[in-house]
């Protein structure tokens, strides 16, 4: 009778562990997915403000490479930076992105730090 009891209390509590392991499981991907979602909308924002203050600085250059030497000729010149700058982007994308990302991604939900 004891031994029936002890075995349906160790079944309880090991149940009660597995239920307690699973809600730390939700909430470390909780937290992960959040804070992802974060810095990814960070991101994004920081790249549209980026790529607004680009646009505005390739105008005003692209103005005034046009007084300055002639409109086809300041247009071509503004084009072959951007050019050279995509081309950069192109050739570094891997390192550029894909690792970076690869790498926020681990620290986000492989920590290596206790939260105790």
């Not at 349906?8 to 809600?23: K, V």
């Not at 974060?38 to 103005?63: D, E, M, P, R, S």
Request: aromatic share 12%; proline share 1%.
């Amino acid at each position: 009778m004891a031994k029936e009891k002890s075995l349906t209390q160790l079944a309880e509590e090991a149940r009660r562990y597995a239920d307690l392991r699973i809600d730390e499981a939700k909430l470390k991907a909780t937290r992960g997915l959040s804070t992802a979602l974060g810095q990814t909308l960070a991101y994004l924002l920081i790249f549209a403000v980026a790529v607004l203050a680009l646009g505005l600085l390739g105008f005003a250059l692209l103005q005034w490479l046009n007084a300055l030497v002639g409109t086809p000729w300041g247009t071509l010149i503004v084009a072959g930076v951007f050019l050279l700058i995509l081309i950069i982007l192109l050739i570094n994308r891997q390192r550029l992105f894909r690792d970076a990302f690869v790498r926020f991604f681990i620290d986000v939900f492989y920590e290596t730090r206790d939260d105790e």
